[in-house]
């Protein structure tokens, strides 16, 4: 039984951790980005939602931009409603840092809507959380 128990800690030390990881390892806070685009896809899933924005360059070419944030229960807590607060064709401003590898993606931080409400989206750089500031923009 203990040898069942030993091997059983073993593997599981060695297994990989799934899921969250550091700002600082997939992005650049020294690289900071503001993208205009269409919603074309919102992922409302765990740990963090991801969102898709059709960006158009100065050419008219356009260009899919992936933005990671907040878990979902989260953003339910600061204001967000799935399939309500931002959803496909929508058009939104998206703020946030560029992923270190340089391709189409970015933690995303405030979203500001057309009708000017902003909301935040994930937390600051090198925090973890929400930072000094409330969740959700006051009024």
């Known amino acids: 039984m203990y040898r069942f128990i030993w091997v059983f800690l ?3 030390a060695a297994a990989p951790a799934w899921g969250h990881h550091s700002f600082g390892a997939e992005y650049d806070a020294n690289k900071p980005i503001t993208l205009t685009g269409v919603v074309s896809n ?3 899933t765990n740990p963090h939602i ?3 924005l059709d960006v158009k360059d100065s050419k008219g070419n356009v260009a899919n931009w992936k933005f990671e944030g907040f878990p979902p229960n989260v953003l339910y807590r600061t204001g967000w ?3 309500i607060t931002m959803k496909p064709g929508d058009t939104v401003t998206v703020f946030g ?3 270190r590898d340089g391709t ?3 933690h995303a931080r405030e979203v500001t809507f057309q009708d000017g409400k902003k909301l935040f989206a994930g937390p600051p750089p090198g925090t973890g959380d929400g930072g000094n500031r409330p ?3 006051e009024q």
């Open 104 to 106: 189409n993606w970015a």
């Open 135 to 137: 969740a959700v923009a």
């Open 50 to 52: 991801h969102f898709y």
């Open 42 to 44: 919102v992922e409302w």
């Open 81 to 83: 409603k799935r399939a």
């Open 97 to 99: 840092w560029r992923a």
């Open 10 to 12: 073993c593997v599981s």
